[in-house]
């Protein structure tokens, strides 16, 4: 079965300091799919990103990039001059087919 | 659009006891979802639904049935509650595993 390791448990950082949440997958498969959520304090899961195996570009969407690194299994994110609005836990997951896992989650917390 | 809709929000039940958690989505998708998530491992899929009238285990499906009879409606029922199935349960729902998922608000379960 597929894996997702989000080794940073937590990450503290202070607003306007960049920080990039790993995630490394493992999967037997060609066809894959990658996603990132967020979870804010209130609890909702909040979709970010969907990027599918054979698509290795880089994405940017104002604060956010994503860099999807097939040769280290990695998908990470970083997110740049953080704001105290981006404190939540941040999943990644795997998709395979019927299938999607999540990673345990990274809890970020931006200090004023 | 409701999107997808969980009910209960809270529940407390007694050791033994069992009982259905509702969900249901009105975006027409084949795809549906439960997971639960606990402290310090993430999301982790129960059973899955790629349509109506299939259903299939995902990672921790052990103590937990689920039907589909119609697209709109996936319930997960506990069927002798445990303290380890004390749990926040998220339902989700979309196009197909490869698509961005739709969550639920939760259900937060307590189990005495």
């Known amino acids: 079965a597929q894996k997702v390791t989000q080794a940073q448990t937590e990450i503290s950082v202070v607003e306007k300091e960049d920080v990039t949440l790993d995630c490394v997958y ?3 498969d060609t066809t894959y799919y990658l996603f990132w959520y967020k979870q804010p304090p209130s609890g909702e899961l ?3 990103i969907r990027r599918n195996s054979f698509d290795e570009q880089n994405e940017i969407s104002g604060r956010y990039s994503w860099n999807f690194q097939k040769s280290t299994s990695s998908f990470n994110f970083t997110i740049t001059a953080s704001q105290v609005v981006d404190s939540a836990v941040y999943f990644c997951a ?5 299938d999607m896992r999540f990673g345990a989650g990274t809890r970020l917390t931006v200090k004023p | 659009n409701a999107g997808v809709t969980q009910t209960p929000k809270f529940q407390v039940l ?5 009982m259905t958690l509702q969900c249901a989505q009105d975006m027409n998708h084949e795809y549906m979802s439960w997971y639960r998530q606990d402290p310090g491992m993430g ?3 129960i059973h899955y639904s790629v349509g109506a009238g299939i259903t299939d285990q995902g990672e921790v499906p052990n103590g937990y049935n689920v039907s589909r009879s119609t697209t709109e409606d996936f319930p997960l029922r506990l069927l002798s509650a445990a303290p380890s199935q004390t749990s926040v349960y998220f339902c989700a729902s979309g ?4 698509n961005e998922q739709f969550f639920g608000p939760g259900t937060r379960l307590t189990v005495l």
Request: glycine share 8%; charged share 25%.
């Open chain 2, 95 to 98: 196009a197909g595993t490869y």
């Open chain 2, 43 to 45: 999301l982790r899929l």
């Open chain 1, 46 to 48: 909040v979709f970010l």
């Open chain 1, 26 to 28: 493992e999967t037997r």
């Open chain 1, 94 to 98: 795997l998709s395979e087919v019927d």
């Open chain 2, 14 to 18: 007694k050791t033994g006891q069992s």
